[in-house]
């Protein structure tokens, strides 16, 4: 740090307190505003009532600052005396674009005119109390442009991935980094493990309470995320929890319960009949053999008596309070959340269970709701003055879960697969179901127990005004573990699990580990030159243990796998660790034009032996060209960033290893070992570089905002599995920094207040993005990497697209009907690209309107669009021949074609399922009524609320699946819809009491 003392001005030698207010133009206090000495980190927020203190400020005038989101900043110079308390109140105007706003950094807050790439701030706090948000990930989508969440079912419990500006990697994880208070802490998506469920995958993010947080920031690339170090090329989400703030204790006590639906329109499977009863599919008819007279049809998923789709529901409880003493400031907060989802047991097959048992049996509750959320949600935050100098910062959150998930997706025990794909008759003795019925498919049960601690310490030391110093250190544990049970003689059977009964388990502890010291030192080189020099170290330690064990053949009675007949174990230690350090130079002319450069040096444990370290560059420039005008147009300004950063090899990827084999030779039995894993001794990060240009600007007295921004990324060093020869010895493949890709595109945004008066206020916000993204190279004598069976990645195109086959088809005798003959797959041609696995094109419409101060009405459109979907679970239908394509008469001749080519021909092509599937979404309406303050007098209360909120209400889209935003499995590429739970309905109805 000895480098931060060059640029050291004078130590004050006296200092004095400033106190003051401050509210908006009309005399409101505004709560949470953030006063600071300009040119230190010197600072301190306003309580409910906008009073604020400002202590051991320098002796003379000095330049204060009081900014919030949704206000323009205001600074006033006020004269310090010498142990006395100076008054300075501040009024704020409302703005649409708040450059004095605080924004996180990789070295601490800063304005945001100082950066010089877009930082999108969420206020979490308040999409809250707004929409009441079914989870953390729920807050991200539509509210931050180029960040695309991407659901894996609708099923209650599972997750989402997360997609900041388009995926850079084929062979790594695209998510963004996740930091919680400054720490690192889990962000993966677990499937469950050897509790196979099918695909569905549960979401770490979403262990997070949305009513803890008071604040996410997203920062986008590697120009923006270059600091942050190896692990940040994706991105990184910055989330802030809620803190304590001086005044009497604010009570927060909310109740909310809701209504679970599923509007979806589950397709019927269809049976061409003669009228003799014999089976009669069109292209049988087409080729003469028989002549439709009937068309038989079942529908299990829709039926009444037999689908086991219903109405969940979804009730939270919770309370908080925050206050505290110009010393101490606590917040603290506690929720119960519970999610029934919207399977269970129809009622005839509850009756005839109880029938057939003895009296006073009891179902299961797992077999009666097979899909279930519980949590228990805590949180206890602290800030401590310790000295005039030296402050604590203190985040507990802990975190007690239980989800329960059903059978589905791309599994032959799933509900929905057995009704997706079951038969025509529903006289068939099971209903109509297929493969197994909901009562055999429910017994199985499968549930995560997730456990998670999460704590974070910041030690902040300002020996004087212009220089501090920060440690922080934390740590993010979860302890999961998955089981799935099937008791014997019970469940389905399938490979003689309900005769023998099986169990699996697996128990996963992650333990992620931050070390983060630095400083900052600030001061004025001239009267119009300032500077900023930040430098710091970290250490990241990131550990897994994973057991793994099955038990199959299970004596009556037995819950373990200790005493199963046949068992199986295994275990791994995953481990790797990170160290970096980086300096930070910023100098500003005259408080409008920053200009930032920063480098920083990683090592990390999964870099090959011959690779040392990596180092991260970032240059960056602001300017403000207009500051506070007056007419058209407030503020604007011009900003450009590029940057580096990285994402490591797999932990093990560089490491040759062994793995025991067992051998015979004439002794008998021996142990042998062979190679698993060829190593790499000169694998090195994937290095991603980008630029970003673009600007923001307020107009019109800060009813408008604009912001446009343009970016282009580029990765080399890229990993690919690459096929080795035999003669080598070695594995079948080895991943080596072969490839390169790239991805540009534009995000932008516009918002404001078109409405302002004391009956109306109408704020609105449009925002919306692109993105493009290439293959480069794949590799000297690489091929393309095909998987998926339609997608891949080839040089010249994007990233998991699909390619199949094309067909095209003839109605040659005119009857109406395709034959397997009437269409011809274009067989002696490659595969032709079809089109993007991922959405191209992004827009978001929020509008919220205030009414008389008694009423708020919100909604949010969201729209997808550029891209395409496969539709597999149509295309499997037709291959078991009960879809509409192959059997109703008059369906159109494309649509048997599709079916056709998708199912009959000699090379089937999918071509005819991978669908547009573009789509627009009434996301998220609401509506919150604000009772009189006399009314929540009477309870006690300060404030009352009650807000309805509705969630996936509406779907506007041309495909012909169920939902064009299912997918089976939220891979890294993988992009299908088969036989997948869509998306459902939520009501659900919150009261808030404020005390």
Avoid at 136 to 149: H, K, N, W, Y
Avoid at 468 to 493: E, L, W
Avoid at 581 to 598: M, S, Y
Wanted: hydrophobic residues 35%.
């Amino acid at each position: 740090m000895a480098a931060l003392l060059l640029v050291a001005p004078p130590l004050a030698a006296q200092t004095g307190t400033v106190q003051g207010r401050v509210t908006d133009v009309a005399g409101t206090p505004i709560a949470n505003a953030l006063v600071t000495l300009v040119g230190t980190n010197m600072a301190v927020r306003t309580d409910a009532d906008g009073r604020y203190e400002l202590a051991n400020l320098p002796v003379g005038n000095v330049t204060l600052r009081a900014a919030i989101i949704g206000y323009a900043a205001e600074t006033q110079t006020v004269a310090v005396a010498a142990a006395a308390a100076t008054s300075a109140d501040f009024q704020l105007r409302p703005a649409a674009i708040s450059l004095d706003a605080l924004v996180v950094t990789a070295t601490g807050e800063q304005r945001a005119v100082e950066v010089p790439n877009v930082v999108t701030t969420i206020d979490a706090t308040r999409a809250a109390e707004e929409v009441a948000p079914i989870s953390l990930s729920s807050v991200l989508q539509g509210r931050a442009p180029g960040v695309q969440i991407i659901n894996s079912s609708g099923t209650a419990g599972t997750g989402t991935k997360i997609r900041i500006r388009g995926s850079s990697s084929m062979s790594l994880g695209n998510d963004p980094l996740l930091v919680v208070d400054g720490i690192r802490v889990d962000n993966r998506a677990d499937d469950g493990g050897n509790a196979y469920v099918g695909g569905q995958t549960i979401s770490r993010i979403n262990d997070f309470n949305p009513d803890e947080i008071e604040s996410i920031e997203v920062i986008k690339g590697p120009s923006a995320a270059a600091l942050y170090g190896t692990e940040a090329a994706n991105g990184v989400v910055v989330i802030k929890t809620r803190r304590g703030r001086v005044g009497a204790p604010a009570w927060n006590v909310y109740g909310e319960y809701g209504l679970v639906s599923d509007r979806n329109q589950f397709p019927t499977n269809y049976s061409g009949l003669d009228s003799g009863g014999d089976w009669c599919p069109l292209f049988l008819q087409g080729y003469g053999d028989c002549t439709q007279s009937t068309l038989e049809s079942a529908n299990p998923l829709e039926s009444k008596t037999t689908t086991p789709i219903g109405t969940g529901n979804r009730q939270s409880f919770g309370v908080n309070v925050a206050g505290g003493t110009p010393d101490v400031q606590y917040f603290l907060s506690g929720e119960y959340e519970k999610e029934n989802g919207i399977y269970g047991l129809p009622q005839g097959t509850r009756d005839s269970i109880l029938t057939a048992r003895p009296a006073g049996y009891e179902i299961p509750d797992f077999v009666l709701n097979p899909n279930r959320v519980k949590r228990v949600s805590l949180r206890a935050n602290l800030n401590a003055q310790l000295s005039k100098t030296l402050t604590l910062q203190t985040s507990t959150g802990y975190v007690d879960g239980d989800i329960r998930l059903p059978q589905n997706d791309n599994n032959v025990v799933g509900m929905l697969p057995s009704g997706l794909l079951g038969s025509s008759d529903s006289t068939n003795g099971a209903g109509g179901w297929g493969f197994y019925t909901p009562e055999e498919v429910f017994w199985i049960e499968v549930k995560q127990n997730i456990q998670r601690f999460t704590q974070a310490v910041t030690a902040t030391w300002t020996p004087t005004y212009w220089l501090d110093f920060h440690a922080t250190g934390g740590m993010d544990y979860s302890g999961m573990s998955n089981v799935s049970f099937q008791a014997i003689g019970t469940g389905p059977d399938f490979s003689n699990d309900k005769v023998d009964g099986n169990r699996y388990s697996d128990k996963l502890s992650t333990w992620q580990y931050t070390v983060d010291i630095g400083g900052t030192a600030r001061s004025r080189i001239s009267d119009r030159i300032s500077s900023r020099t930040s430098a710091g170290v970290q250490y990241f330690r990131n550990y897994r243990e994973v057991v793994n064990t099955q038990g199959q053949k299970l004596p009556p009675g037995a819950g373990s796998n200790a005493s199963a007949t046949d068992q199986y174990i295994g275990e791994a230690f995953i481990e790797t660790r990170t160290l970096g350090t980086f300096i930070e130079q910023q100098f500003g002319l005259d408080d409008r034009l920053f200009v930032t450069g920063a480098i920083r040096g990683d090592d990390n444990s999964a870099f090959g032996k011959d690779f040392d370290y990596t180092v991260y560059p970032k240059l960056g420039a602001s300017y403000l060209l207009i500051d506070r005008g007056n007419g058209l147009i407030d503020n604007f300004r011009v900003r450009g960033a590029w940057g580096v950063s990285g994402v490591q090899p797999g932990t093990n990827d560089a490491v040759l290893f062994y793995t025991g084999v067992a051998l015979a030779d004439k002794s008998g039995d021996q142990t042998g070992v062979t190679i698993q894993n060829a190593g790499n001794t000169d694998l090195k990060p994937e290095r991603s570089s980008e630029f970003e240009v673009g600007f923001e600007s307020g107009l019109f007295g800060g009813r408008l905002g604009l912001d446009l921004t343009f970016y282009y990324r580029k990765t080399k060093d890229a990993l690919v599995n690459r096929e080795l020869a035999p003669s080598l010895g070695l594995t079948q493949n080895r991943y080596e920094n072969l490839a390169s890709t790239m991805n540009y595109g534009f995000e932008g945004g516009i918002n404001g207040t078109i409405v302002r008066s004391s009956m109306l206020t109408w704020d609105f916000s449009l925002t919306g993005s692109t993105n493009t993204n290439e293959v480069l190279a794949l590799g000297e004598g690489v091929q393309p990497i095909i998987f998926n069976n339609v997608q891949a990645h080839k040089e010249g195109y994007p990233l998991g697209g699909y390619w199949d086959r094309t067909y095209t088809f003839e109605d040659a005798d005119g009857d109406g009907i395709l034959t397997p003959d009437e269409v011809t797959v274009n067989v002696a041609d490659s595969t032709e690209f079809l089109g993007y696995s991922r959405p191209r094109y992004e827009l978001a419409l929020f509008n919220a309107f205030d009414v008389g101060g008694w009423l708020r009405i919100s909604g949010l459109f969201d729209y997808r669009g550029g891209h395409k979907l496969w539709n597999y679970t149509g295309q499997f239908r037709c291959i078991f021949v009960i879809c509409e394509e192959l059997n109703v008469l008059d369906t159109p001749l494309d649509q048997q074609a599709r079916g056709v080519a998708g199912a009959l021909t000699t090379t089937n092509s999918a071509a005819g399922y991978i669908e547009p599937a573009w789509f627009i979404k009434l996301r998220e309406l609401s509506f919150t009524f604000f009772a009189p303050q006399r009314w929540a007098q009477r309870l006690g209360a300060s404030r009352a609320s009650l807000t309805i909120s509705g969630r996936n209400l509406l779907t506007i889209s041309d495909y012909t699946g169920m939902d064009p935003e299912v997918q089976e499995y939220a891979g890294n590429f993988g992009s299908d819809d088969f036989l997948t739970q869509p998306p459902v309905r939520y009501w659900t109805a919150r009261i808030q009491l404020t005390f």
